[in-house]
């Protein structure tokens, strides 16, 4: 009996021994499972009181913040070297435009740089200043301030008074300044480049601008215009847009049309058919306003075509394109 006691009560002990073991095994798992699914939750969402932001991305922002900082701190910005120019010789082929694109900034820059006022006219050999910021030289005007400057341009007052070292004087009427990031109007742009005008008519040349033999008296005489020859009652065109300032007839110019443009240019049309505007018009490019003729003192057909600026005639092949 005692031996089977102490079987029985050995049985017991290795039973109860097993089922703790067992016991402690299913606790240690589900306190391991509830601290995985406590810990996920945390990362995943980083408690009821702020915004839902995950905690593992706060601390890589961090650490890439930190990382950026350092970078920051490797990259130093270039120096301040402030405006100067470096100086090119023109070479054949060579336009404002490819040496602007070359050396990286606007025409613009180049243009008032060099005090150029027809881009046509760019010589071999010529010497350029090639400044080494973007913007225009500008005469200052009585009553200019960096403000007014700034807001008229568009640009930096800050700038502005930086580059010139002006501060907070008064501008000087006369002085000469240099406005970082301005740029001159598509009017002086188109002027300055021979793109004010197209070509009021097909045809052909008859006689240039300049001095030539009168074709009725042969003396010398000054021809103010283009003879543009075509056949009649071609259609003609306004050269560039603007209004119409006076028509008429003369003995000298005909059947005649007058049209006033922008900064102080205007044109005259003669020797016409027919015309086909009023005085007062708005007109553009595309507006046919007469016909080519031979009305007036003319020796044929052909349109006579002069263009002025605040009255005074010059070449239109400067500004024809």
Do not use: C
């Not at 054949?92 to 046509?120: L, M």
């Not at 009585?142 to 907070?168: H, M, W, Y």
């Not at 009649?232 to 049309?257: D, H, L, Q």
């Not at 306003?289 to 092949?317: A, C, D, E, Q």
């Amino acid at each position: 009996m005692r031996m089977r006691h102490g079987a029985s009560t050995g049985r017991e002990i290795l039973e109860r021994a097993a089922n703790g073991r067992i016991l402690a095994l299913v606790v240690s798992i589900a306190g391991f499972g509830f601290f995985f699914v406590s810990s996920a939750g945390s990362a995943v969402f980083s408690g009821t009181a702020g915004p839902q932001t995950a905690v593992g991305a706060a601390d890589i922002s961090d650490a890439n913040q930190a990382g950026a900082e350092d970078v920051l701190a490797e990259v130093q910005p270039p120096p301040d070297e402030g405006l100067f120019y470096t100086v090119y010789r023109v070479v054949k082929g060579d336009t404002i435009s490819e040496i602007a694109d070359r050396y990286g900034i606007t025409t613009d820059s180049i243009i008032t740089f060099n005090a150029i006022t027809n881009a046509r006219a760019l010589s071999i050999g010529k010497y350029l200043k090639i400044p080494t910021l973007n913007g225009i030289l500008y005469e200052v005007k009585k009553g200019d301030t960096a403000a007014s400057l700034a807001a008229s341009f568009k640009i930096s007052e800050e700038r502005i008074n930086d580059v010139n070292r002006t501060g907070d004087v008064p501008l000087e009427a006369g002085r000469t300044l240099f406005l970082p990031d301005a740029r001159l109007s598509s009017w002086a742009l188109r002027e300055i480049s021979g793109d004010l005008f197209s070509w009021p008519v097909r045809g052909w040349i008859t006689s240039w601008y300049g001095w030539r033999n009168d074709p009725f008296t042969g003396s010398r005489s000054f021809h103010s215009g283009l003879d543009i020859g075509s056949t009649k009652g071609a259609p003609i065109r306004a050269a560039m847009e603007g209004v119409v300032s006076s028509t008429g007839y003369s003995t000298t110019s005909g059947n005649y049309v007058v049209l006033r443009h922008h900064s102080g240019y205007t044109t005259l049309y003669a020797h016409l058919d027919r015309i086909d505007v009023k005085p007062g018009r708005s007109v553009t490019q595309s507006t046919i306003i007469g016909t080519v003729g031979n009305t007036g003192y003319s020796t044929g057909s052909h349109l006579h075509f002069t263009v002025s600026k605040h009255g005074r005639t010059m070449n239109p092949m400067t500004v024809l394109h």
